[in-house]
């Protein structure tokens, strides 16, 4: 299990299946501030709200310099399918072997009612055009949470 990672730290590499089929990695946002966001489950409605949140700010923060990148767990067909039902113009990586979610530190025991299982802590990371962790957001609660991120890609 990878530990939690803080700014300043170098952002681990990672090369995942995407939304379109195609191949998404660390390396294809070199140079660019990239908001790499990490989210538990397609389709349910926290995640739905904070995906919708980046997409409706994306031109934003592309003025600003940055990509966004989404990763779950979930399938690439599964990604697909939730972009489509909700409009989404956004890039997703499927990570359905848990190993990029482990080395960013968000693949973690959660509790619920007592049970105990693994599950992605929502955290979203700001990683400069340098490759290094700007920011960090752990535990993040969605409402307001696209444009605190995009204040802070502003001013880095």
């Known amino acids: 299990m990878g ?9 681990p590499e990672f090369t995942l299946p995407d939304d379109a ?10 140079g660019k501030k990239l908001v790499l966001y990490f989210y538990p489950k397609d389709d349910t409605s926290g995640c ?6 980046f997409n409706g700010l994306k031109k934003d923060f592309k003025n600003a310099g940055a990509e966004i990148l989404g990763a779950s767990p979930d399938s690439a067909a599964s990604h697909a399918k ?3 039902k909700h409009a989404l113009d956004l890039a997703l990586a499927s990570d ?7 080395s960013y530190g968000v693949w ?8 105990k299982y693994f ?21 993040v609660k969605v ?14």
């Open 3 to 11: 530990g939690k990672l803080a700014a300043g730290d170098k952002a």
């Open 21 to 30: 089929g195609g191949k998404v990695s660390l390396a294809s946002f070199a």
């Open 48 to 53: 739905t709200k904070e995906a919708i949140d």
């Open 82 to 84: 939730f972009k489509t």
């Open 96 to 102: 359905e072997s848990k190993a990029m979610l482990e």
């Open 108 to 115: 973690v025991e959660k509790s619920m009612y007592g049970r």
């Open 119 to 139: 599950g992605v802590e929502r955290t979203t990371f700001l990683i400069g055009p340098d490759g290094r962790i700007a920011k960090v957001w752990n535990k």
């Open 143 to 156: 409402p307001g949470h696209a444009a605190a991120v995009l204040d802070a890609v502003k001013a880095l």
